[in-house]
């Protein structure tokens, strides 16, 4: 099946980026986020088996590369989270 799907700019350039953080291209990285996506949600995987190590580190890579960095330097010292809270 072939998919066309309207993307507005915010959205294509998140998707250019993230694709290319996973050095792959946008369509393929697309089909696979879908993928992972209905696999995940359709309750055929076992969830109380645990994954092997090597495919744990996968999905975590995965994971880190759909986020965008801060772009700035960000504390997150327990101290400036409670920072006026009486602590």
Do not use: C
Not at 1 to 21: D, N, Q, S, Y
Not at 36 to 60: C, H, M, W
Request: no cysteine; net charge negative; aromatic share 4%.
């Amino acid at each position: 099946m072939t998919l066309k799907i309207p993307l507005g700019p915010t959205t294509e350039a998140k998707l250019r980026r993230r694709a290319a953080a996973a050095g792959k291209n946008p369509e393929d990285f697309a089909l696979e986020v879908i993928e992972d996506n209905l696999s995940s949600s359709d309750g055929s995987a076992d969830q109380d088996t645990p994954l092997p190590p090597n495919q744990r580190v996968t999905e975590l890579l995965k994971w880190v590369a759909s986020h965008d960095p801060a772009g700035h330097p960000v504390d997150d010292s327990r101290e400036s989270i409670y920072q006026g809270r009486g602590e």
